[in-house]
């Protein structure tokens, strides 16, 4: 079975405004916040064959940070 899964990137520079496409990347804060969750996701036994992201820095070094944490890089 075939399963979808999303992620959204932790707290931006921008923290209470709308980022829209402009390139802002995560914060430490925001990367720590990935880090605590990528494990349930390694610990549910999610493996990923592809992975897809917008061409944004915080959604790119969102998406680092999980397949880091879950040992998938």
Do not use: C, N
């Amino acid at each position: 079975m075939y399963k979808l899964v999303f992620v959204r990137h932790g707290k931006t520079s921008w923290a209470d405004k709308f980022t829209g496409w402009t390139d802002v990347d995560v914060t430490p804060e925001g990367i720590e916040q990935t880090k605590m969750f990528a494990p349930r996701l390694k610990e549910a036994g999610f493996t990923f064959d592809l992975a897809y992201t917008s061409y944004l820095k915080r959604a790119i070094r969102t998406l680092w940070t999980v397949l880091e944490a879950t040992d998938q890089m």
